[in-house]
């Protein structure tokens, strides 16, 4: 199994907004990408200075699955959205 997992900092403009408009919209990709196995997405509530806004913990069979989901259009129109709202994002992908 992959894990993929996605920790996104947010533009303070309408920030509540769009982290909830986010996370909707990345939770509806499981039914929508056949390799996707499972997706968490969570908005953070420490709000400390050294933690992001937003996680998203997702799993895939393999690195093929993952291949498969990064190019599909459901996805990228999820990250047109996150391009606009976000100003850093950091990535973890591993076999687990």
């Known amino acids: 199994m992959l894990v ?9 403009e309408n920030k509540e907004a769009n982290l909830e408009k986010v996370k909707e919209m990345l939770e509806a ?3 929508k ?8 997405v969570g908005i953070d509530i420490s709000k400390s200075e050294r ?5 998203l ?3 895939f069979d ?5 291949n498969v989901y990064v190019p599909h259009s ?10 606009e709202v976000t100003i850093l994002s950091k990535v973890v992908d591993y076999i687990l």
Do not use: A, C, N, Y
């Not at 129109?77 to 391009?83: A, D, G, L, T």
């Open 57 to 59: 913990t997702s799993t």
């Open 62 to 66: 393999d690195q093929e699955g993952l």
């Open 4 to 12: 993929h997992i996605v920790m996104f900092q947010f533009k303070d």
């Open 33 to 40: 990408i056949d390799t996707l196995r499972s997706m968490e």
């Open 74 to 83: 459901s996805h990228q129109e999820v990250v047109s959205v996150i391009k």
């Open 29 to 31: 990709l499981p039914s």
């Open 51 to 55: 933690s992001f806004d937003l996680v």
